[in-house]
């Protein structure tokens, strides 16, 4: 069915790095969210008229905010799929971001509004009526909201949209809220023990904790995240890939939407080679590699010694000396200035994010300690830098 529509209603679904191609995801999942949360609204309204559930009742609201988020999720997508303009020469894409928080307050003012019900039914129960064929029909949409989470899920994976992931994960929430329903359902039914109440507060909670993961997980592109390894990993080997490159440091990547990313990295040359050979292999890195990861790449070119072999000697015992002390430590941009009594080494040293004040500034000690003891002429100009890359 998931194919069928893609195949039915997304033009060029295959391109999903073009916005236009997302954008018309976007809107199949939202259309497709409207239509199944507002049947199942329809249905476990009546449901819970029928049986006086207000679990049933909260499970039925629930569904109707989801229809709302669709909503607004079409409207987040629509506008998220505009142009870059001067106002914005980045593009829209955030804008699906801030829809998605959207949706995710909706969700927990849905879960809060329930749960106050819940509190009060529980001190003043009132008696369940069962019914074989609304039960079935609550059966039914665990089905619809399992097959809507997969379709959802799927489709956010494809186009990478954090929009669609959190309807994904709202759907298995709500796949889990119409089971303690159920339950709650049969229990009232086989042992005349009244579990409504609580059964809607357990709702109410796994919607206001569902909602809550959703402001998390779209938070932190607006905030700023750190760069995952794996994208690291790529857009640096990418780089280092081109022949006259000969090492990267200092990538970051800032996040603008979807499929909309600005990286900048530092790429190490050879000092000896002619300035212009090295900036046409940066230039074709920039344009080669930004096509290939699908973003705006900016190469920053730093020319670093590979033939005097007394520099490159202490650059290694400075290289064995940090990886003892911490393996997640670097560095780079090493530079050594000989004197008559006093040999300056320069370079960045790079730390882990976690990493105190105290504890930057105790490995700054002890690598100056540990060189200077190899000789007594170096001394070290260190640069403290921390680490952009998101840890394990």
Not at 14 to 24: F, M
Not at 53 to 81: C, E, H, P, R, Y
Not at 276 to 297: F, M, P, Q, T
Not at 345 to 356: A, E, G, K, M, Q
């Amino acid at each position: 069915m998931t194919e069928f529509l893609v195949h039915r209603f997304v033009s060029h679904y295959e391109d999903t790095d073009d916005t236009q191609v997302r954008t018309r995801y976007g809107i199949l999942a939202s259309m497709v969210g409207i239509v199944c949360n507002v049947l199942l609204f329809a249905v476990k309204f009546i449901i819970g008229l029928l049986l006086n559930s207000l679990s049933v009742m909260a499970d039925a609201f629930n569904n109707l905010s989801d229809a709302a988020s669709s909503v607004i999720s079409f409207i987040g997508v629509k506008m998220a799929g505009k142009p870059a303009d001067e106002e914005h020469p980045f593009g829209h894409g955030r804008i699906e971001y801030i829809a998605a928080l959207i949706v995710s307050f909706l969700v927990m003012e849905v879960g809060v509004s329930f749960l106050k019900s819940s509190v009060r039914k529980l001190f003043h129960p009132e008696e369940l009526i069962f019914s074989w064929i609304p039960f079935l029909v609550l059966v039914l949409s665990v089905g619809v909201k399992l097959w809507l989470g997969a379709f959802n899920r799927k489709l956010g994976k494809r186009i990478d949209s954090t929009i669609m992931l959190a309807a994904a994960a709202d759907s298995m929430g709500d796949v889990i809220t119409t089971l303690v329903t159920i339950v709650s359902i049969v229990v009232s039914y086989f042992t005349r023990f009244h579990v409504d109440a609580v059964a809607g507060i357990i709702v109410s909670g796994i919607v206001i904790y569902a909602g809550f993961s959703i402001v998390k997980d779209t938070l932190e592109p607006l905030i700023g995240q750190g760069i995952p390894k794996d994208l690291y990993r790529k857009i640096s080997e990418s780089v280092e890939g081109y022949e006259g490159i000969v090492g990267t440091h200092d990538l970051i990547v800032h996040n603008y939407g979807p499929n909309q990313s600005m990286a900048s990295i530092h790429a190490e040359v050879p000092n000896n080679v002619d300035i212009e050979i090295s900036h046409e292999i940066i230039d074709r890195a920039e344009r080669e590699v930004g096509e290939k990861l699908n973003l705006v790449l900016v190469i920053h070119m730093d020319p670093v010694e590979t033939q005097d072999k007394k520099v490159l000697e202490v650059k290694e015992k400075l290289g064995r000396i940090v990886e003892a002390l911490d393996p997640k430590l670097s560095f780079h941009d090493f530079r050594m200035v000989s004197g008559e009594r006093q040999i300056n080494l320069i370079f960045d040293l790079v730390v882990p994010r976690d990493y105190s004040k105290e504890e930057t500034d105790r490995i700054q000690h002890q690598v100056e300690a540990l060189m200077h003891e190899l000789d007594s002429r170096y001394e070290c100009v260190i640069t403290m830098d921390k680490s952009y890359i998101v840890e394990d």
